[in-house]
């Protein structure tokens, strides 16, 4: 069975810093790109970051780029997102997805999702 | 403010057809294929329609897509009152710094 198990968020002070965790497990995750989306309290969906299969392509939000990275570690089927210089309005669920196809936006497996609360 | 615009609700009655419209530009569903999502409510989002038009196997084939120029549509026939859900739009987006992908605002399906 495919499953992504997301962790690492929590309360963090505006200015914060946070990683945040995605393990992968009954598929080959080297194999597939990865992306992390975010929903805010009530609100829609906003994708955050993508990374390509091997980890040498990586795309972010405008909103989020130069203060979080995303990365992997294929050896560990474990996707990351550093988050840094935390702002009120990062407060959200963050989910990983996996891309089922590439060139679309077809996530056909999503974690449970992990709360960041940006708070002082 | 969502690159891709879609109508904040929808209603139908059970067994009614509805369509949720996605309208975009020619940098996201004119040249990318369009792909949508149901969520329910405290739950991760689930595909249902990716390439346009092609569903995930175990979805339903009451779901269908459609893609005409720059924008795209979700129907559901014999709606069921499971269909009761808020429905995502997404695509990828092209810009000069590189690709983005775009959600819609979402549309909540409320099924009377």
């Known amino acids: 069975e495919v499953q992504l198990v997301d962790s690492g968020g929590g309360l963090v002070q505006p200015g914060g810093s946070l990683r945040l965790s995605c393990v992968g497990s009954?598929?080959?995750?080297?194999?597939?790109?990865m992306n992390w989306v975010r929903q805010a309290p009530g609100k829609g969906l906003e994708w955050v970051s993508y990374?390509?299969?091997?980890?040498?392509?990586?795309y972010h939000a405008d909103s989020v780029r130069g203060r979080f990275a995303i990365s992997r570690d294929n050896a560990k089927n474990t996707l990351y997102l550093q988050m840094n210089s935390l702002r009120a309005e990062d407060t959200a669920v963050y989910y990983c997805?996996?891309?089922?196809?590439?060139?679309?936006?077809?996530?056909?497996?999503w974690g449970q999702g992990t709360l960041v609360t940006v708070s002082s | 403010q969502s690159v891709l615009t879609q109508p904040p609700s929808a209603s139908g009655t059970p067994g009614q057809r509805v369509a949720i419209s996605c309208s975009g530009s020619?940098?996201?569903?004119?040249?990318?294929?369009v792909n949508w999502y149901q969520q329910v409510p405290g739950m991760a989002p689930k595909l249902l329609i990716y390439?346009?038009?092609q569903r995930p196997s175990g979805v339903p084939d009451r779901f269908s897509g459609s893609k005409s120029g720059t924008s795209a549509s979700l129907a559901i026939s014999g709606l069921q009152s499971e269909d009761e859900a808020n429905y995502f739009c997404?695509?990828?987006?092209?810009?000069?710094?590189?690709?983005?992908?775009?959600f819609g605002g979402g549309t909540k399906l409320t099924v009377l």
């Open positions: 997805a996996r891309d089922r196809y590439s060139g679309f936006v077809a996530y056909d497996s």
């Open positions: 009954g598929f080959s995750f080297n194999n597939y790109e």
């Open positions: 990374i390509s299969s091997s980890g040498g392509t990586m």
């Open positions: 020619s940098s996201n569903i004119g040249s990318n294929p």
């Open positions: 390439g346009n038009n």
């Open positions: 997404a695509a990828w987006h092209d810009t000069l710094h590189g690709p983005r992908v775009v």
